[in-house]
């Protein structure tokens, strides 16, 4: 080898090294003092991607406004935020791998709940183990919050609050609402709020006439439905997610059934729904964690519920349901946390996280020893000439209840 | 009467299991090449329908004809660009390749039509007739008598035409068809042209009675999968007796066991025609014996 040609090498590989340094060093020295960093996996793709991308943008709102107002100021100092994402594919293994590496390979400190129950069960867990806080904005399942763990906050009401109104107003018509069915999908969430109904209609003297679950991707339920109208039901009460509704409301009108109140754990407000049921989403009623007309206003930035959902609209070009409000509001639980205890460090965050109390455009946050929110209720919208309307509870009612 | 309405709902559903499971059918039958793709092509249909539908108000039945010439094409450009080249490789080369395809077909229909569960609204079509307390649905009888018309006259078009003689010669001894001096490589490329048009008419028919999204075509494979096993490969009346079958069978399942029961059921039925008449209800022995 010549000296020039090795002289040559000798200076690439100097270069290289430089370059290096640049790129791995420079940005993150720059960087680590002054940003916080979160991280979240979420269904981006796969069955829940519709729902991932809802969680995703209501995140992201927070992050963006959060960083136009300079950061988050904790003890003087002005910090922007960041989230670290990773697309789960609606799978749970992979969000649980996914979540652990966030802690093992990211660093991350503070972490964000991914979409529904069947993933937040198991993604809890892992934050529990490496004692990090994680606030859930969409898992509604009460067994989260009854392993006893410490790290585990969640922005919504949980699931055994569901269908409490839907039960309460069914009772509260003149006749009551006597006979109750009650069908849903064989999976964590619908589950829950499908036997909470049950016990909630029994102490308030309904009947159950009915009641069956199907499994998980099941294309057909005209045999449940005959059996269902054997029993002539007042109310239905269905339990599943929106592939599986909408296919339900589609065949409650093929096979004939007409109860006075058709209602779904979720459904209605998603999109598709009403869109692609038309006249068959007519008076079908949904309990809801959050509605644009809710008296609420944010403590950070100043915006009312409908401030933000004009907000959303604008940036992220669609008017936002629950899911995007109800994320931000876990990134908001983590900005109070921050400026009260004035550090990152995750314990002492965690101890404030416990002792939230703040209101914000998603609705008060108050956390019992479980990490449920117990601030807020549930709301009832019913569609009506194709929109969403609250009917209940009667003090924010937009509309009267339409019985068919 | 809920014993009877449960099998005429299943006799119902039957009718769109054959139209799923006939391109299904003919292409394994023709080719021994399982398309594991055929349920993504069924939901491409179920997409083509939902667009024209909604964005020009045409009735989704007229949609057919459109939801089938596009998955004609693509099924022959597939076959002559792509499929031919592997074809002759062993069955796992293909079972590989076809799962890839499912996978990149999913993700471009993700792409383009996002996840978001769609249905289409046709009110005519959930009205319903009511014979003696037997409640048929319109959209559903409609689709029944589409679906088994037009598998039937696939059945025609494969004994009484030239080129549907072609594709059954070809199924039935390549190197002998080839000497009759049929052009192999033309008829497979038709053969999966034509399933994969199949797919797309199911897939019409689909969208006018389930709600559907991009990830939900495996499950139409899987049951195209049982289908074809029940009633015997590449057989045009066995796809119909197959489907017909399981749809009695899966209603039945639910209705007197448990809605959790249905798919245990269908596959268990599965398992019992491969053990005890493996060449399915109808199916002829040589169709699947002779490609070794």
Same mark, same amino acid.
């Given at each position: 080898?010549?000296?020039?040609?090795?002289?040559?090498?000798?200076?690439?590989?100097?270069?290289?090294?430089?370059?290096?340094? @640049? %790129?791995?060093?420079?940005? /993150?020295?720059?960087?680590?003092?002054?940003? +916080?960093?979160?991280? &979240? =996996?979420?269904?981006?793709?796969?069955?829940?991607?519709?729902?991932?991308?809802?969680?995703?943008?209501?995140?992201?709102?927070?992050?963006?406004?959060?960083?136009?107002?300079?950061?988050?100021?904790?003890?003087?100092?002005?910090?922007?935020?960041?989230?670290?994402?990773?697309?789960?594919?609606?799978?749970?293994?992979?969000?649980?791998?996914?979540?652990?590496?966030?802690?093992?390979?990211?660093?991350?400190?503070?972490?964000?709940?991914?979409?529904?129950?069947?993933?937040?069960?198991?993604?809890?867990?892992?934050?529990?183990?490496?004692?990090?806080?994680?606030?859930?904005?969409?898992?509604?399942?009460?067994?989260?919050?009854?392993?006893?763990?410490?790290? @585990? %906050?969640?922005?919504?009401? /949980?699931?055994?609050?569901?269908?409490?109104? +839907?039960?309460?107003? &069914? =009772?509260?018509?003149?006749?009551?609402?006597?006979?109750?069915?009650?069908?849903?999908?064989?999976?964590?969430?619908?589950?829950?709020?499908?036997?909470?109904?049950?016990?909630?209609?029994?102490?308030?003297?309904?009947?159950?006439?009915?009641?069956?679950?199907?499994?998980?991707?099941?294309?057909?339920?005209?045999?449940?439905?005959?059996?269902?109208?054997?029993?002539?039901?007042?109310?239905?009460?269905?339990?599943?997610?929106?592939?599986?509704?909408?296919?339900?409301?589609?065949?409650?009108?093929?096979?004939?059934?007409?109860?006075?109140?058709?209602?779904?754990?979720?459904?209605?407000?998603?999109?598709?729904?009403?869109?692609?049921?038309?006249?068959?989403?007519?008076?079908?009623?949904?309990?809801?964690?959050?509605?644009?007309?809710?008296?609420?206003?944010?403590?950070?930035?100043?915006?009312?519920?409908?401030?933000?959902?004009?907000?959303?609209?604008?940036?992220?070009?669609?008017?936002?349901?629950?899911?995007?409000?109800?994320?931000?509001?876990?990134?908001?639980?983590?900005?109070?946390?921050?400026?009260?205890?004035?550090?990152?460090?995750?314990?002492?965050?965690?101890?404030?996280?416990?002792?939230?109390?703040?209101?914000?455009?998603?609705?008060?946050?108050?956390?019992?020893?479980?990490?449920?929110?117990?601030?807020?209720?549930?709301?009832?919208?019913?569609?009506?000439?194709?929109?969403?309307?609250?009917?209940?509870?009667?003090?924010?009612?937009?509309?009267?209840?339409?019985?068919? | 009467?809920?014993?009877?309405?449960?099998?005429?709902?299943?006799?119902?559903?039957?009718?769109?299991?054959?139209?799923?499971?006939?391109?299904?059918?003919?292409?394994?039958?023709?080719?021994?090449?399982?398309?594991?793709?055929?349920?993504?092509?069924?939901?491409?249909?179920?997409?083509?329908?939902?667009?024209?539908?909604?964005?020009?108000?045409?009735?989704?039945?007229?949609?057919?004809?459109?939801?089938?010439?596009?998955?004609?094409?693509?099924?022959?450009?597939?076959?002559?660009?792509?499929?031919?080249?592997?074809?002759?490789?062993?069955?796992?080369?293909?079972?590989?390749?076809?799962?890839?395809?499912?996978?990149?077909?999913?993700?471009?229909?993700?792409?383009?039509?996002?996840?978001?569960?769609?249905?289409?609204?046709?009110?005519?079509?959930?009205?319903?007739?009511?014979?003696?307390?037997?409640?048929?649905?319109?959209?559903?009888?409609?689709?029944?008598?589409?679906?088994?018309?037009?598998?039937?006259?696939?059945?025609?078009?494969?004994?009484?035409?030239?080129?549907?003689?072609?594709?059954?010669?070809?199924?039935?001894?390549?190197?002998?068809?080839?000497?009759?001096?049929?052009?192999?490589?033309?008829?497979?490329?038709?053969?999966?042209?034509?399933?994969?048009?199949?797919?797309?008419?199911?897939?019409?028919?689909?969208?006018?009675?389930?709600?559907?999204?991009?990830?939900?075509?495996?499950?139409?494979?899987?049951?195209?999968?049982?289908?074809?096993?029940?009633?015997?490969?590449?057989?045009?009346?066995?796809?119909?007796?197959?489907?017909?079958?399981?749809?009695?069978?899966?209603?039945?399942?639910?209705?007197?066991?448990?809605?959790?029961?249905?798919?245990?059921?269908?596959?268990?039925?599965?398992?019992?025609?491969?053990?005890?008449?493996?060449?399915?209800?109808?199916?002829?022995?040589?169709?699947?014996?002779?490609?070794?």
């Amino acid at each position: 080898m010549s000296m020039r040609t090795f002289q040559s090498r000798l200076s690439r590989a100097a270069w290289a090294l430089v370059l290096c340094g @640049i %790129f791995t060093f420079g940005p /993150s020295l720059a960087n680590a003092q002054d940003v +916080i960093r979160f991280g &979240a =996996s979420l269904s981006l793709t796969g069955r829940l991607s519709t729902e991932g991308k809802r969680v995703k943008d209501g995140y992201d709102f927070y992050v963006k406004h959060v960083n136009a107002l300079g950061g988050i100021d904790i003890a003087g100092k002005k910090y922007k935020v960041d989230i670290v994402y990773y697309d789960d594919g609606s799978d749970t293994n992979t969000a649980v791998k996914l979540v652990e590496k966030l802690i093992t390979e990211d660093g991350i400190k503070f972490l964000l709940g991914p979409y529904g129950s069947g993933a937040s069960l198991p993604a809890t867990a892992v934050a529990e183990r490496h004692r990090l806080p994680m606030v859930i904005a969409h898992g509604a399942s009460t067994p989260i919050y009854t392993r006893g763990f410490k790290y @585990i %906050f969640g922005t919504l009401n /949980s699931v055994d609050q569901y269908t409490q109104p +839907i039960i309460k107003m &069914a =009772s509260e018509q003149k006749p009551p609402l006597k006979n109750v069915a009650l069908i849903n999908e064989n999976a964590l969430f619908p589950q829950l709020g499908i036997d909470a109904a049950a016990s909630q209609s029994k102490e308030l003297g309904l009947n159950v006439v009915y009641e069956e679950k199907y499994p998980t991707g099941t294309k057909d339920l005209s045999s449940q439905l005959v059996k269902m109208k054997a029993t002539n039901p007042d109310l239905i009460l269905a339990g599943g997610y929106t592939g599986d509704m909408i296919l339900l409301a589609k065949q409650i009108r093929e096979g004939g059934l007409k109860p006075k109140l058709l209602a779904y754990l979720l459904g209605p407000t998603l999109p598709g729904f009403v869109e692609s049921l038309k006249q068959d989403a007519e008076n079908t009623l949904e309990p809801v964690q959050w509605t644009p007309n809710l008296p609420w206003k944010d403590t950070i930035f100043g915006y009312s519920a409908m401030d933000f959902a004009k907000k959303f609209q604008a940036e992220f070009g669609y008017w936002p349901d629950y899911h995007p409000p109800q994320s931000s509001a876990a990134l908001e639980v983590y900005h109070h946390a921050f400026q009260k205890v004035g550090s990152l460090d995750p314990e002492k965050v965690r101890d404030a996280i416990a002792k939230t109390d703040i209101m914000t455009f998603y609705g008060p946050v108050r956390f019992n020893d479980k990490g449920q929110n117990i601030a807020k209720s549930m709301s009832v919208i019913q569609i009506q000439d194709g929109k969403p309307v609250v009917v209940y509870p009667i003090k924010d009612a937009e509309a009267k209840l339409r019985l068919n | 009467m809920t014993l009877l309405q449960v099998i005429v709902n299943g006799v119902l559903l039957g009718g769109l299991y054959a139209c799923i499971a006939i391109g299904f059918s003919i292409i394994w039958g023709v080719m021994n090449l399982i398309n594991l793709a055929h349920g993504s092509m069924i939901m491409l249909g179920a997409y083509i329908t939902f667009l024209v539908t909604t964005h020009t108000g045409i009735d989704p039945f007229l949609t057919i004809p459109a939801a089938a010439a596009a998955l004609f094409a693509l099924g022959y450009v597939l076959q002559k660009f792509l499929i031919n080249f592997i074809v002759q490789a062993s069955i796992f080369m293909t079972l590989i390749f076809t799962f890839g395809l499912d996978m990149l077909m999913t993700n471009v229909n993700l792409a383009l039509f996002t996840g978001d569960v769609r249905a289409l609204a046709v009110p005519y079509a959930q009205q319903s007739l009511d014979v003696g307390g037997i409640t048929l649905p319109y959209g559903r009888m409609l689709v029944f008598a589409i679906a088994i018309a037009l598998t039937l006259s696939l059945e025609i078009f494969l004994n009484r035409t030239r080129t549907g003689r072609a594709i059954k010669a070809t199924s039935f001894d390549r190197d002998a068809a080839r000497l009759s001096g049929i052009d192999i490589a033309q008829t497979y490329a038709l053969t999966f042209a034509i399933g994969a048009m199949m797919a797309g008419i199911a897939g019409s028919l689909v969208a006018v009675i389930y709600s559907f999204s991009p990830a939900m075509g495996d499950s139409f494979t899987m049951k195209a999968f049982v289908v074809v096993v029940l009633g015997g490969l590449g057989s045009v009346p066995g796809a119909i007796v197959g489907g017909i079958v399981l749809g009695i069978v899966e209603n039945l399942a639910s209705l007197l066991l448990d809605a959790g029961y249905r798919d245990a059921i269908g596959f268990g039925l599965l398992i019992m025609v491969l053990l005890l008449r493996p060449e399915g209800l109808l199916g002829k022995r040589f169709f699947a014996e002779v490609k070794g």
